[in-house]
């Protein structure tokens, strides 16, 4: 048995032993963050908890921190949430959803498909730290980035009117990269530039390990602007709301748009 001073110092070799082996430990996760008023409230679950993969399929991996990550845990309203425009009317069609996200239209008919979509990537990037690299594309072709603090709501959402405002699916085709369907990731969007156009973007994705095939969830808003929400596949009712890859040379039938094939492009990094 040791003596009393070769104890503490038998003692402190077994602490600081265990402080080197606890930093090679990895660190546990952060979960994704969702900044917005509101996002935390009346949100039983998420997407992910929501929406199970179709039968003999697995979501594929995801890296933790990255975009596809935070997209698949997008906090949902409850089960059977109507779809409203940002007036508070009920939208005209109520069949053609599967989920409701939890997260704010604002009241002004300006947060249309592309801005939505521009919304969930700018919310992303100031949830990650990255405020610096929000930037988005005028019609025009003006280049406009955010200049806030993160920490700066009113800002941030006087930045994202003028997006709403000035930007649409003409300039966001534009800004961003063509993909192959073969490629495709979670935080793709196929989308049809124009007056008017629409998009649509993939907020998850699933796999058939034994046969590769793969399968994606649609989330858009649409005109005028209204609750972002999870599509049904009203094409294929039995695996809806998940949706089949397209023949590349093929279309995507959505219930309220109608994308070619070769429409999917990506933001770039």
């Known amino acids: 048995m040791p003596a009393r001073g070769q104890s503490s110092i038998f003692h402190a070799m077994l602490l600081a032993t265990a402080l080197a082996a606890a930093q090679l430990l990895p660190a546990a996760e952060a979960a994704p963050r969702y900044l917005w008023p509101g996002a935390s409230e009346n949100s039983p679950d998420a997407l992910l908890d929501r929406i199970a ?5 697995e979501r594929i991996a995801v890296v933790p921190g990255s975009f596809a990550e935070w997209l698949r845990h997008l906090p949902l309203r409850p089960p059977h949430t109507p779809v409203r425009l940002y007036d508070g009317r009920l939208k005209w069609a109520q069949d053609n959803h599967e989920a409701v996200i939890n997260i704010d239209t ?3 008919n300006l947060q249309q498909c592309a801005d939505a979509i521009m919304r969930l990537r700018a919310e992303y990037l100031l949830a990650s730290g990255r405020a610096r690299q929000i930037a988005f594309n005028y019609t025009n072709g003006k280049r406009v980035a955010y200049r806030g603090k993160a920490s700066d709501r009113k800002a941030f959402q006087r930045y994202m ?3 709403f405002a000035y930007a649409g699916t003409y300039s966001l085709e534009r800004e961003m990269v063509p993909v192959s369907l073969s490629g495709m990731r979670i935080g793709d969007v196929f989308i049809k ?3 008017p156009g629409h998009a649509v973007l993939v907020v998850d994705m699933a796999e058939n390990k034994a046969t590769g095939e793969k399968r994606f969830l649609l989330a858009q808003s649409y005109m005028p602007a209204q609750d972002m929400h999870i599509l049904k596949n009203r094409r294929s009712a039995d695996i809806s709301p998940w949706y089949r890859l397209p023949d590349p040379d093929g279309e995507l039938i959505t219930p309220e748009w109608v994308f070619e094939a070769k429409a999917l492009r990506r933001f770039k990094d």
């Open 106 to 108: 604002g009241k002004r």
């Open 193 to 195: 530039g124009g007056f």
């Open 53 to 57: 993969p179709p039968q003999n399929f």
């Open 161 to 163: 009117i003028g997006i």
